[in-house]
Structures are given as structure tokens and as C-alpha cells.
């Protein structure tokens, strides 16, 4: 698979286009925090990742699949320095290596069983592994996450592990054109998020909500880390 192919100029575009986006929404909201912003490379070809890296925009790029970012991040650490990764799939518990070895950020864990391989993993190679836990907050089985009632528990279990740092919750949203059951899914998890710092003295700084299609909502209810792939580096 090639991927999608996009020049820097066109790329330059986009950004500048979410950007303001993002600047409108937070006036909106009166939101005085931060909003990150992950430029998904899932659908784009390592053309596309160069351009963009070219453009010199300090931003974390994420992939899906353990395979991908084992091979784009291995490439690209031969161009550039100091470039941040973060893995948004589903994990398979065999490829934990690659998965550890190249992510800044894991934002796909879904298991006890997969966190404490990441951090037996991460034990091996001497890391502090970040990480956040994702939730199903849409009840759609093909998606991954932790129930959202089970919270407390699995709190308490991830927060055990040496070689693990926990920064925050992620989710994804239902995929539906039906903004009041989207709206109602990611407040859902935004009162997780607030009621777990306030138990645990303020503990998490990442609410990882938004895609393309629905970052504005997920904003509103206190998103700060946003997704976008197929309107950033893809095809859209
Ligand atoms: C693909 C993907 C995204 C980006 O989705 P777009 O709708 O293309 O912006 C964000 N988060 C996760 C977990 C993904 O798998």
C-alpha cells in the first residue's frame, strides 16, 4: 500500500486551516488550555511524512498498525531527530516490542494484560513507557477500551506498574451522524477524567478525544489531544 500522496505546500494549507479551526472552537468554548494536535500518518504514504517533517511544524505523528510505525519511525530516525510518535491501534501482545520501542505514547491500551506486557517490555529496555488507556465509550464491540464503569479498578491497577507512566484516557467516538449521542459519549469520559484527578490529586493531563469529523464536539467536552488524520495527512 503507497498511501496518499500531498506536497508541503498543500499540507501547509491544511494545518493553517485546522489550526484556526481549532483557535474558533476554543473561543467558543472560552477554553484557555492547550489543544495538541497528532497528525494521524495511517493513510499517508512516507512521501507525505517527509513533506510534512519538511515543514519543520512540531507535532507528534501516530500510526495504527505496529508494523507501520516500526518501519516509518525506523526510516525516519535516520532523517530527522526528535521526532514524536504515538500508537492509536489495537495492540497484539506479540508486538509489544516494536510498539514500545518506537512510541512516545501509547494511547491504545485496552488491557491489564497488555499494560503489564508494556511494562515488562518496557523494564527491558529501560524505559518509563507513557501511556494512556483507552475506553469504549460507544459500546461498538469493534472497537477497543475498557468499560467505562470499570474505571476505579483500572485506575488503580495501571498506576502499579513500574515502568508505566499514565497521562490520560483516550477514546473514539461512535461513528454516527447523530451529534447529540456523540456529545453525550465523550462527556461521558471527560466526568472519568475530571473525577480521577480530583481523587487522585489531579494526576492525568491528557483527554485524547476528536478525529476529523468530530474534534469540535470532543473539544467542547474538554478534549485536549486531537486525532486528525484523514483531513490533516490523508486523503479528505
Ligand atoms: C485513524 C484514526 C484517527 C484519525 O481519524 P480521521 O477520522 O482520519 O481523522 C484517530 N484516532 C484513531 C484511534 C484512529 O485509528
Redesign the pocket.
Known sequence: MLGFSMKKEEILLRYNSINENIKKIKEKYNIGYDINIIA?S??SSIETIKEFLSLNIDLPL?E?KAQSLRDRAGEIANLKDNVKWHF??RIQSNKVKYIVKYADLI??VDSIEIAEYINKEAQKNNKIQDILIQFNISDENQKGGFILDDYINVYNNIIKMPNISLKGLMA?GKDTEDTVIIEEEFEKLNIIYKDINKKYNNTLSVLSMG???DYELAIKHGSNMV??????L?NS
Open positions: 494521524v495511517k493513510y501516530a495504527s492509536i491501534g494511547q491504545s473514539i478525529m476529523s469529523s486525532r486528525i488524520g484523514s483531513s490533516f490523508g
